[in-house]
């Protein structure tokens, strides 16, 4: 056998890589940090370091306020962020003279411990205590922590020091109780509780005229959300038989889940306003008009749906020039700057190839558009929104990216150091004018497109299902701490015809998944979710899964609406428990060909099946290697594509795709919703460049 690295050099040739990933993964276990040589056991609970502190009683009676002082004696995991006396003093005082509260002084009833409320001791309480296990080493890998107040806070590292959102310096770091670490620092963290459109017109000397334009639209009134509502679920359970997964039918612990709404903002300062001639909000209505007022000609939903560009002064009409302008710069989900792609380099995401690009798709407020964040793995961590160039997911080297790419549009950048934290979102600036235009569907989309399932569905964004990890806590309606039970109704863009399911998401782990995560589905699955909103054409459809004896047998439909009248059979019912070297597959080890499956590829896809990317590796224990991926993996629950077929998709209406259990002997079996790839038949295919494996 030929290395690999020999094949790729000399071999070119077609080759294979996936979308709309549907995965079965499998959990293996992830190591409890090892604490043994890095501190000095104490034997003490958080809450008796705390209380035996002089220089913490404030916090302690915080605590004692709202019964976190007994949470915190008692048995679990967390990390308390204590402020010092001094600290609390401070922040009570600035509450209690804060200008511009939205009621006098914030509640408080004098200026001093006894006249915090109950509601504001719980919000201070919360919002300094994580189940996830955060030292000061671990802390570096993350930029951000998720606090038991369901919001995170950043910090920085530098001359020694830990600040927290760059007002509370981590004094003492490291304290470790038998439940978890307690570092001191010496100010409260402090929260914005206001919504992002009110964040913003306080931010008036770097956002004016965005601000404004935000104001006459109406769409500030958009983004001042912060709950849906409650929604009920159930805990799962495992079947004493197999020691599988299954829905619980009235057995568990049964509860309910708050969901959150969140918003991400992409705003132009003025000072980037002004270099591109707009001086003032008059100057920006001008340049809307100019750059959308011919939209009809590239943005299909118009065209489809008959409907012209207004240029006049009624700016909160949905197709105003100015009132599309600021919609395409708005998101229904609530990230960090940290949070807007898959960030490696942490030893929580162990799974991306070194030189895999990371980016993800995210659907605007501007109807049916979306927008790319992509951060080039040659240009570093740098984050750019709607970055083009030629051939992109094309190839003229097997085994690698190509060398047939030109930068044809640099993209909007994205300034990792100039994000504003809201009470319900995040206003990200950008270097310079975020525009859908004519480039944005017919070059910046014209790729295979890959959507993962957390941002199919916001909610997991938004209620920070999402950056949880395997490990991080105690979390909710799970296992095994590796699953999360989700409610049913819980998102906008799903439909359930059978209520007889439960739907749960498998926290970042060591799972067989792009991004390290995936939705799952167990019982008598019948649901329906929308497709993210691409372009008018002709696409390919694939889906991934993991060929398993206990996996589903089920069928595949496309529909224009999530009404079931509408749905049509997209390609034959699908057995997911096929083995892989069962000729209806014909999977081959690609390690033992001279051409690395390059022919087995041809033959599969005229079978409509694929190998798996190569970006990611197929299992955690050994990371990613050019041996270790979910291409080149052989073995059993080795990722697999199935393509469902070509189907035309139109930006002027919705479109949803049903998943229907045929398990009629095994209800219990589960499928898995990984990711979305919505190919374009352009790009599958094109007669002088093949598609690339990542």
């Known amino acids: 056998m030929k290395k690999l690295s020999t094949i790729w050099k000399k071999t070119n040739a077609i080759t294979v890589i996936g979308y709309c990933l549907l995965v079965i993964g499998t959990a293996s276990c992830n190591p409890e940090p090892d604490e043994s040589d890095l501190y000095t056991f104490t034997g003490e609970t958080i809450e008796s370091f705390i209380a035996k502190d002089s220089t913490l009683t404030s916090f302690n009676y915080i605590l004692s306020r709202v019964g976190y002082d007994k949470m915190l004696a008692a048995y679990g995991s967390y990390t308390c962020f204590a402020p010092t006396n001094d600290g609390v003093a401070a922040y009570i005082d600035s509450l209690y ?128 959300g912060f709950k849906k509502g409650e929604f009920e679920f159930k805990q799962l359970a495992r079947d004493n038989f197999s020691g599988k997964l299954y829905p619980s039918s009235g057995v568990g612990t049964t509860g309910t889940d708050e969901c959150k709404l969140g918003y991400t903002v992409f705003a132009e300062t003025d000072s980037v306003m002004r270099l591109n001639g707009i001086n003032n909000i008059d100057d920006l209505i001008a340049y809307a008009n100019k750059v959308y007022g011919n939209a009809p000609d590239w943005y299909d939903y118009m065209t489809e749906n008959n409907l012209t560009v207004s240029t006049g002064n009624d700016y909160t009409e949905r197709f105003n020039a100015l009132n599309m302008f600021v919609a395409y710069h708005l998101l229904n989900a609530s990230m960090s700057i940290n949070q807007l792609v898959f960030e490696k380099g942490s030893s929580k995401y162990w799974n991306y190839a070194p030189n895999a690009d990371q980016y993800d798709y995210y659907e605007t407020m501007l109807p049916h558009t979306m927008l790319k964040v992509w951060e080039p793995s040659a240009t570093g961590k740098r984050l750019y929104i709607n970055r083009y160039q030629t051939y992109n997911t094309l190839t003229n080297e097997v085994g690698s990216m190509g060398t047939n790419h030109e930068l044809i549009l640099p993209g909007v950048s994205i300034d990792r150091n100039a994000s504003i934290s809201t009470g319900n979102g995040y206003i990200h600036s950008i270097g310079s004018m975020l525009v859908y235009n004519a480039d944005v569907p017919k070059k910046v989309f014209n790729e295979r497109m890959r959507v993962n399932c957390t941002s199919l569905f916001p909610e997991l964004i938004n209620n920070k ?104 059979p997209i390609g034959l019912p699908f057995d997911a428990t096929v083995p892989v070297e069962d000729p209806r597959v014909g999977l081959t080890d690609a390690t033992q060909e001279d051409d690395m499956g390059i022919a087995t590829d041809i033959a599969m896809h005229n079978r409509n099946y694929m190998r798996g990317p190569y970006s990611y590796c197929g299992h955690g224990e050994n990371g990613w290697s050019e041996e270790n991926n979910a291409r080149f993996e052989w073995g059993a629950s080795m990722t697999v594509r199935y393509v469902l077929g070509r189907v035309e998709l139109q930006q002027g209406n919705e479109n949803w795709l049903r998943i229907k259990s045929l398990n009629f002997d095994r209800n219990t079996n589960p499928v898995g919703l990984d990711f979305v790839e919505l190919a374009p038949v352009s790009v599958v295919d094109n007669q002088q460049y093949s598609e690339d494996w990542y």
């Open 97 to 224: 003279n804060d200008g511009q509260a939205s009621i006098p002084h914030n509640g408080l009833t004098s200026n001093s411990l006894e006249g915090l409320t109950d509601s504001l001791c719980l919000n201070i309480v919360r919002y300094h205590i994580t189940n996830q296990y955060r030292d000061i080493v671990s802390m570096t890998e993350d930029n951000e922590i998720l606090t038991l107040l369901g919001y995170e806070f950043s910090f920085t590292s530098a001359t020694g020091q830990t600040v927290l959102a760059g007002k509370a310096t981590i004094l003492s770091s490291d304290n470790v109780t038998v439940n978890g670490l307690v570092h001191i620092i010496d100010n409260v963290i402090p929260r914005v509780d206001k919504p992002v459109s009110d964040i913003l017109e306080q931010n008036s000397e770097r956002y004016s005229i965005f601000s404004k334009a935000l104001q006459l639209t109406g769409l500030a009134d958009s983004l001042q």
């Open 465 to 568: 299902f999402r950056y949880f990890s395997t490990g991080d806590g105690n979390i909710p309606s799970t296992h095994d701490t590796s699953r999360r039970g989700i409610p049913k109704h819980y998102f906008d863009n799903m439909v359930l015809y059978n209520e007889d399911v439960c739907l749960c998401y498998c926290l970042r782990g060591a799972w067989r998944c792009y991004q390290a995560d995936q939705m799952q589905f167990w019982g008598k699955y019948d649901l329906a979710f929308r497709l993210p909103s691409v372009p008018t054409g002709l696409y390919e459809i694939r889906v991934v899964y993991a060929p398993m004896n206990y996996g589903s047998f089920m069928q595949y439909y496309i529909g224009t609406s999530s009404s079931l009248s509408s749905m049509l």
